[in-house]
């Protein structure tokens, strides 16, 4: 069936450092691709998102890239902040009828001063 | 426009005590989604309702009842809680078709305590 598996965490980082969370995923088709946030105590919140194949999704210096070719949806941000500290999950979804999305099991991001 | 929206925040129960958590979206969305989130696990799926009508089981449904009262509300039941339902519940809805690249909002969560 189709998975997302990300990088372990936790990942720390000094603030301005650069920041990769890598994901892959299985799927059959063309599943969308997307990257959450979940902030201490709260729900998840969409980050960015890609449904086709070299799509690039980009949000507040977050980007990923939907590379079919590699089947990855690396996160990257160029300069990260002390406010950037969460976790995020990859997920995707296989456009089905039950609009169902599988999840990766989710990377904290430490953002020290 | 207040999103997803669940209630209880907070709850602790005792084993075999029963409870209801609330879920309702304002976004006119078809589906609607119940998932827990646990330490490691990442988020997994209780149960479904990709249209009004219609509850399907996901990945771990288990002790966990659903009701899709209208389009707007998806109710989870637990009937007889047990410690291995501590976790953080998450309500989403979302709305797809061809149109839509299927992304699912999410509420605010409920952080359950069963003793």
């Known amino acids: 069936g189709d998975s997302v598996t990300q990088m372990e965490g936790p990942v720390t980082l000094s603030e301005e450092a650069f920041l990769t969370i890598n994901c892959t995923y299985t799927a059959t088709g063309y599943p969308s691709l997307f990257w959450y946030v979940q902030y201490p105590g709260e729900g998840l919140q969409l980050l960015l998102k890609a449904t086709k194949a070299d799509d690039k999704g980009s949000n507040k210096g977050f980007e990923a890239t939907y590379r079919k070719e590699t089947t990855s949806f690396h996160l990257e941000k160029g300069s990260v902040q002390v406010s950037d500290s969460a976790v995020y999950f990859c997920?995707?979804?296989?456009?089905?009828?039950?609009?169902?999305?599988?999840f990766g099991q989710g990377t904290t991001l430490q953002v020290k001063p | 426009n207040a999103g997803v929206t669940q209630t209880p925040k907070f709850q602790v129960l005792k084993t075999g005590q029963s409870m209801t958590l609330q879920c309702a979206q304002d976004m006119n969305h078809n589906s609607m989604y119940w998932y827990r989130q646990d330490p490691g696990m990442g988020l997994r799926l209780i149960y479904y309702s990709a249209s009004e009508g219609t509850t399907d089981k996901g990945e771990v449904p288990n002790g966990y009842n659903v009701s899709r009262l209208n389009k707007r509300e998806f109710s989870l039941r637990l009937e007889s809680a047990a410690p291995s339902q501590t976790s953080v519940y998450f309500c989403?809805?979302?709305?797809?078709?061809?149109?839509?690249?299927?992304?699912?909002?999410f509420g605010p969560g409920t952080r359950l305590t069963v003793t």
């Open positions: 989403a809805s979302s709305e797809f078709g061809q149109l839509s690249s299927y992304e699912q909002y």
């Open positions: 997920a995707l979804s296989d456009r089905s009828n039950t609009g169902k999305l599988i």
